[in-house]
């Protein structure tokens, strides 16, 4: 499996942008799907995005639909966040995560997933 390392997490004020990125290392042939989820203080694990590593088809939550854009770079194993007019409550510890198997289902679910990145920290103020 792919070890997933994150970075990019910070404090900003609200209506500023952050670039997320997780850097995936290890055996990453069996890569399917790369997603990014968060979790709030007290609040459950939330899907924000993903994106398919063969397809590169994206997929959002309605809630950061306009707002984030989720990327990929092939030759640095490298995933992306790109959030704009952040929000309060855009405020958790996100998530990177791979599906490491063949997968054609739903996404959107944590359950689904492999392997993931150790998280890192966004905070919005407002």
């Known amino acids: 499996q792919a070890q997933l390392v994150e970075a990019g997490g910070g404090l900003v004020q609200a209506g500023g942008s952050l670039i997320l990125s997780c850097a995936a290392s290890g055996r990453t042939d069996s890569t399917a799907v790369l997603g990014w989820f968060r979790q709030a203080p007290g609040k459950e694990r939330e899907f924000v995005a993903a994106?398919?590593?063969?397809?590169?088809?994206?997929y959002y939550a309605d809630y950061v639909k306009g707002r984030f854009t989720i990327s990929r770079v092939n030759a640095k194993n490298t995933v992306y966040l790109q959030m704009n007019n952040l929000k309060p409550e855009d405020t958790a510890v996100y998530y990177c995560?791979?599906?490491?198997?063949?997968?054609?289902?739903?996404?959107?679910?944590?359950?689904?997933?492999?392997?993931w990145g150790q998280g890192t920290q966004v905070t919005v103020s407002s």
């Open positions: 994106i398919s590593w063969t397809s590169f088809n994206t």
């Open positions: 995560a791979a599906i490491n198997r063949p997968y054609s289902g739903s996404y959107y679910h944590s359950a689904t997933y492999d392997t």
